[in-house]
């Protein structure tokens, strides 16, 4: 039933997750690209605080102290001073966003495990069609990112209650405290807020992560027909191996047969086994086989040897035993060296007196 509706029921293939890969497709969550932002950011700022504020405070009271000497304040000089409160600004904030950056970076090539793609830079005008932006603003995905926007604000919202409530009380307090302690007060809650908010938000993006790797996976689940489809792709049509490795069988036999004309020897059984063996002082110890048959390829064998003057032996036990024990190209095995020894030998004698 599964086939024939074209139910995806199989989990995707290796060759299915390379080209998807290969495509920019690669599970990642925004959330956790955004959770350790914001917490590399808070700390970031923590840590470099103290040196930023001391520039900052400097620029301004030299900045200051200069309004306070100019007699006129004209464009020039108002231009001049914004020129370099912002630079400064930009100076004292760079390794911030440097590191923030940096951050951001690596932990989205930790997602998509170093792939860096430019197809999905490419334009897309199916992006621009209202139609489509609609079904997606009202599909399984929308509602799951308007979800996750509705339980961070909601979150957001209780943990501030939460760090706030237990406060109040002390704010009535803070009329007759100096600024140092009231920046200290301030400054405690606010790291509280934070600190609660980025664990929320770090568990929400751990979620966020696990369902879209489950929503990747789920979205390139295949069909039984594509998987088999694919691994005929893969490991090629069946068929169409059966007849390579038959038309390779064919040529295998074919260069057998030119090779029994070079045989000294082809022990048979009578008809339903043939090996022909040859001996090579020079270049083998011992004899080897150069080819070998069953059934019609032994006849043919034995029609090539006889055409040829090759002798043919009949050896019923020896030809069974050759056959199953050595392969085309190996040498005769040790068990084999007196029954062969005593067929060449006899052959050679008997050539010996034919050319006598």
């Known amino acids: 039933m599964a086939e024939s509706s074209g139910e995806k029921t199989e989990q995707p293939t290796g060759k299915k997750l390379d080209d998807a890969?290969?495509?920019?497709?690669?599970?990642?969550?925004?959330?956790?690209?955004i959770a350790i932002t914001m917490v590399v950011s808070f700390y970031a700022f923590k840590m470099l605080y103290p040196l930023a504020s001391s520039q900052v405070t400097g620029v301004l009271t030299d900045q200051i102290k200069s309004v306070s000497e100019v007699q006129t304040l004209d464009d020039s000089f108002l231009q001049t001073l914004f020129v370099r409160l912002g630079l400064k600004y930009a100076i004292a904030s760079f390794p911030i966003?440097?590191?923030?950056?940096?951050?951001?970076?690596?932990?989205?090539?930790?997602?998509?495990k170093l792939l860096v793609n430019f197809k999905s830079l490419k334009p897309k005008f199916d992006r621009m069609n209202p139609i489509q932006g609609i079904k997606k603003?009202?599909?399984?995905?929308?509602?799951?990112?308007?979800?996750?926007?509705?339980?961070k604000i909601i979150?957001?919202?209780?943990i501030i209650y939460i760090c706030i409530k237990d406060k109040l009380n002390i704010l009535p307090k803070l009329i007759d405290s100096t600024i140092e302690d009231v920046a200290h007060f301030t400054g405690n809650v606010i790291s509280d807020i934070i600190n609660k908010v980025l664990i929320a938000f770090a568990a929400i993006a751990v979620g966020d992560y696990m369902y879209q790797r489950y929503s990747y996976i789920k979205n390139l689940r295949m069909t039984k027909q594509e998987v088999k489809e694919e691994y005929k792709n893969i490991e090629g049509d069946p068929q169409i191996k059966g007849r390579i490795k038959q038309k390779q069988r064919e040529m295998a036999n074919q260069r057998m047969m030119q090779?029994?004309?070079?045989?000294?020897?082809?022990i048979k059984n009578p008809t339903h086994f043939a090996v022909a063996l040859k001996y090579d002082r020079e270049n083998n110890g011992a004899p080897f086989v150069i080819?070998?048959?069953?059934?019609?390829?032994?006849?043919?064998?034995?029609?090539?040897?006889?055409?040829?003057?090759?002798a043919v032996v009949e050896n019923i036990p020896l030809a069974r035993a050759l056959y199953?024990?050595?392969?085309?190209?190996?040498?005769?095995?040790?068990?084999?060296?007196?029954?062969?020894?005593?067929?060449?030998?006899?052959?050679?004698?008997?050539d010996k007196k034919d050319l006598n």
């Open 21 to 33: 890969r290969k495509e920019g497709n690669v599970p990642q969550s925004k959330e956790v690209t």
């Open 97 to 112: 966003i440097l590191i923030v950056g940096i951050a951001g970076a690596i932990i989205t090539l930790a997602q998509t």
């Open 137 to 151: 603003l009202f599909s399984l995905k929308g509602f799951i990112e308007v979800l996750k926007s509705l339980l």
């Open 155 to 158: 979150v957001l919202i209780v």
């Open 259 to 266: 090779d029994v004309p070079s045989a000294d020897v082809v």
């Open 291 to 310: 080819a070998k048959g069953q059934d019609r390829v032994a006849l043919r064998i034995i029609e090539i040897a006889e055409n040829s003057d090759v």
């Open 324 to 350: 199953a024990a050595v392969d085309i190209g190996m040498e005769i095995p040790k068990e084999f060296y007196n029954p062969v020894a005593e067929i060449l030998a006899h052959i050679y004698s008997r």
